[in-house]
């Protein structure tokens, strides 16, 4: 059983509330990411970072923001939430060097903006 | 043009069949091929790991690479009702190396 956890696991919040989503892991992983996937749709990276503080934006373009301040932690936060923000997001992590393509997955947070 | 495509079923089988789920590419860059498997309201999980061409085999699951059709496969051997759920592929080389493209999934039913 991987070690990483996203809360809330659902949230249904009014357009332009700020949110964050919480991502923690124990694992001691160097890597960590946050993902989107629509229903039937692919997983698009949006965010990654190799360590504290540092992170990058991701493949698809998106509104939300990231920070790396201790190993363990990487949350999520979009300051005015629209409508467009619903979708699951998925946190991940893995090691940095060895095995660097299993990526350990959060069960997810599923997120409808109102 | 997607760098992945994978068929998005729904594919529903009986007990005992086998299975065969494809994915195909465009970038010739591809060197890592993963299969990752996810269940209800899970995250995904890695199922297989294969570099480069040929085939490898875990237990009931093979997985095969064809990089000159730029082609890949997960068969799933006398699948059972827990093998249930999202497979999604994933790749990563080139440009991309240590970062996953993911295929969208499909979603399998096995009936008992």
């Known amino acids: 059983e991987a070690d990483i956890y996203q809360t809330p696991r659902y949230l249904v919040i009014g357009t332009g509330k700020k949110i964050t989503l919480e991502c923690s892991q124990t694992m001691g992983h160097d890597k960590m990411y946050w993902y989107q996937q629509d229903p039937g749709m692919e997983l698009h990276l949006i965010h990654y970072?190799?360590?504290?503080?540092?992170?990058e934006k991701g493949d698809l373009s998106s509104e939300s923001t990231v920070s790396r301040i201790r190993t363990e932690h990487f949350p999520l936060t979009l300051e005015s939430a629209r409508p467009s923000h619903t979708s699951q997001y998925l946190c991940?992590?893995?090691?940095?060097?060895?095995?660097?393509?299993?990526?350990?997955f959060g069960p997810g947070t599923r997120l409808t903006v109102t | 043009q997607k760098e992945v495509e994978q068929d998005p079923g729904p594919l529903s089988v009986p007990e005992g069949a086998i299975v065969s789920l494809n994915c195909t590419y465009s970038n010739s860059a591809f060197q890592y091929f993963m299969w990752y498997r996810q269940y209800s309201r899970k995250g995904p999980e890695l199922l297989m790991y294969t570099y480069s061409s040929g085939n490898k085999e875990d237990g009931r699951f093979t997985a095969q690479v064809d990089k000159s059709s730029k082609y890949i496969s997960l068969f799933i051997r006398d699948s059972q009702p827990s093998d249930s759920a999202t497979y999604l592929c994933?790749?990563?080389?080139?440009?991309?190396?240590?970062?996953?493209?993911f295929g969208q999934g499909t979603i399998l039913t096995v009936h008992p």
């Open positions: 991940a992590s893995s090691e940095l060097a060895r095995d660097w393509y299993e990526q350990y």
């Open positions: 994933a790749l990563s080389g080139g440009t991309s190396y240590g970062k996953l493209t």
């Open positions: 970072s190799y360590g504290v503080n540092s992170t």
